[in-house]
Nanobody
Framework: QAQLRESGPGLVKPSQTLSLTCAYS??????????WSWIRQPQGKGLEWIGY???????YYSPSLKSRTSISRDASNNQFSLQLSSVTPEDTAVYYC???????????WGQGTQITVSS
């Protein structure tokens, strides 16, 4: 059974870089034909798409976050990561890693990680 599991710190100071990792089990991020994505949801607001890494390693980011976002992968450990730099309190949200199909369905989600940006 496929699973995504996130890990990372819950508290980040303003101006620092947020780093989250998502471990995939039950398949391979290098060969499974999916878009490995990050999405976040601030409290009381809707879901916001951050970006993805395609299985071939190519990346695409939200235009509004592109200058601060990087998604990478560690194939040997079958995991992919999100880095968001220069964070502010507006980046406080629950962050999810997720798997998107070629037709746009998000069919597997991590458990969600609350990230709070505060000094």
């Amino acid at each position: 059974q496929a699973q995504l599991r996130e890990s990372g710190p819950g508290l980040v100071k303003p101006s620092q870089t947020l780093s989250l990792t998502c471990a995939y089990s039950g398949g391979s991020i290098e060969t499974d034909f999916y878009y490995w994505s990050w999405i976040r949801q601030p409290q009381g607001k809707g879901l916001e798409w951050i970006g993805y890494m395609f299985y071939d390693g190519s990346t695409y980011y939200s235009p509004s976050l592109k200058s601060r976002t990087s998604i990478s992968r560690d194939a040997s450990n079958n995991q992919f990561s999100l880095q968001l730099s220069s964070v502010t309190p507006e980046d406080t949200a629950v962050y999810y890693c997720t798997r998107r199909t070629d037709w746009g369905a998000y069919n597997l989600w991590g458990q969600g990680t609350q990230i709070t940006v505060s000094s």
